[in-house]
């Protein structure tokens, strides 16, 4: 079908911005099968599902180590803190992107630096790594890591950042809390940087019946720490403190409940993917697109779109009972919590400019075509009207 071609009227429903009830549905018999079974054998804390649910997630990312924690900014702190980031490091971050990717920089006694993003991608530009290291250097910050973020579920550009990171001699700490389940340049999330962290929040691709997270890492030093963190510092069933740690495990319940979604994880991949390449098709030369699935594989936790007057398309939208959400209406150095960060001489005019057009389509895997095509027309419409 063309741009900017409507179907034939069909009968109009309403289309949620996100609806889980229908793979509740599908997995329900499942997942009480599994949840029983843990409050059979009582291990609620580290019991065999989360084991399980590592080693399966391993095979599935072809990563060597992945360690359950309690969720994806709880993952990024102990991230940080295995890579020895503290007080007196700067950490160079999108300024695009969910507030907790700046908070845990801070939560670990670091200064976030914020980079602006590409116009395309929505991922921290590699070219900015130069300047925002010279900013932190100015500041008399020890300029130590860079975190991307895998913004909606697309891999950020591992590559040139990982070429800019080792001639500034930055570590890689990828914020891939969006895009379990995509793939970059050669391999999976994952494994696209030394090491990965991921959240399993509900509406995440793969997603819990509550928080949860995971860090995933090839290197065995790596991940040592990690498991040491996650448990009070405790190196396996001692019970001195080797190090400073947290609670950051996984429930056993969240990992029941993620083994039952992680059955059908490829499948719902594949349906997000199919969505987006419908939305591709109908909505080419209507609006702003994200990049086509290819060479790197979105997970496509979000499909969102660039509009002009994008308040008063989302409003016409909401009239026609098609629900969005904004992700994000406000780039982070203009949040309060980061005033105290900023240098004040950022120039992120990209991630401004995507604040004000961005605006995200309804995708979950249990969307219909038919109420892809009912997004679609009525996007056409309003655009249409102008
Ligand atoms: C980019 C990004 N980083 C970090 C997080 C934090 O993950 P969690 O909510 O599991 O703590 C999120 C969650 O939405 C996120 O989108």
């Avoid at 010279?134 to 020890?142: D, E, F, K, P």
Wanted: proline share 6%.
């Amino acid at each position: 079908m063309s741009a900017y071609a409507l179907r034939a009227p069909v009968e109009n429903r309403p289309v949620p911005f996100f609806d889980l009830k229908p793979q509740q549905a599908r997995l329900r018999h499942d997942i009480d099968r599994r949840v029983a079974k843990v409050m059979d054998h009582g291990q609620f804390i580290l019991g065999p599902e989360v084991q399980e649910l590592e080693q399966q997630l391993e095979e599935f990312s072809h990563v060597k180590h992945v360690i359950g924690v309690s969720s994806g900014r709880d993952a990024l702190i102990m991230a940080l803190m295995a890579m020895g980031v503290g007080a007196g490091d700067a950490v160079l971050v999108p300024a695009f992107t969910f507030s907790a990717t700046a908070a845990v920089v801070i939560a670990v006694g670091a200064t976030p630096i914020f980079v602006d993003v590409d116009a395309t991608t929505y991922n921290l530009a590699p070219e900015g790594i130069a300047g925002a290291v010279a900013s932190a250097r100015a500041r008399g910050l020890t300029p130590k890591a860079v975190m991307p973020v895998d913004l909606f579920g697309l891999p950020a550009d591992y590559e040139a950042i990982g070429l800019e990171a080792e001639a500034h001699g930055l570590k890689v700490i990828a914020d891939a809390a969006q895009s379990f389940g995509g793939r970059g340049a050669g391999a999976f999330v994952g494994a696209l940087a030394p090491i990965s962290c991921v959240s399993f929040y509900p509406t995440k691709p793969l997603g819990a019946f509550g928080d949860g997270g995971a860090v995933l890492t090839n290197e065995d030093d790596l991940a040592e720490q990690v498991r040491q963190i996650r448990t009070h510092g405790r190196q396996g069933d001692g019970d001195e403190a080797m190090r400073i740690g947290m609670t950051g495990r996984l429930d056993t319940i969240q990992a029941a409940v993620l083994l039952s979604k992680l059955s059908v994880f490829k499948a719902e991949l594949n349906r997000r993917a199919e969505i987006a390449a419908l939305y591709r098709e109908r909505l080419a030369g209507v609006c702003g697109l994200p990049p086509a699935d290819h060479p790197h594989r979105s997970a496509w936790a979000l499909y969102t779109v660039r509009v002009p007057n994008r308040d008063a398309v989302r409003a016409a939208l909401a009239e026609r009972q098609i629900g969005t959400a904004l992700f994000y209406r406000v780039p982070l150095h203009k949040h309060p919590a980061f005033a105290s960060v900023l240098s004040g001489d950022e120039d992120l005019r990209v991630s401004e400019s995507l604040s004000h057009q961005v605006l995200s389509l309804p995708m979950w895997p249990d969307l219909s075509d038919e109420d892809a095509h009912q997004v679609a027309d009525a996007l056409i419409e309003v655009m249409r009207a102008g």
